[in-house]
């Protein structure tokens, strides 16, 4: 089973022991959108998804998936 962007973020946030909120101040996101996306109720843009990346420190090529 393919997972979703959304459940990727959730994984990489987790393993570096972040809150929603500790991503949110990394990436200057809100805590309630990365929420949203982790959830699957909104797919992020491709600038979001940059921030996120960046935050988490993980390659761009690990959050592109099919989905997008």
Do not use: F, N
């Amino acid at each position: 089973m393919t997972k979703t962007i959304g459940q990727v973020i959730q994984e990489y946030r987790k393993k570096r022991m972040l809150s929603l909120r500790g991503l949110a101040a990394e990436a200057h996101l809100a805590h309630s959108h990365i929420d949203s996306i982790e959830k699957g109720r909104v797919k992020p843009s491709y600038e979001t998804l940059l921030a996120l990346a960046k935050a988490l420190d993980i390659p761009k090529s690990i959050i592109k998936l099919p989905e997008l």
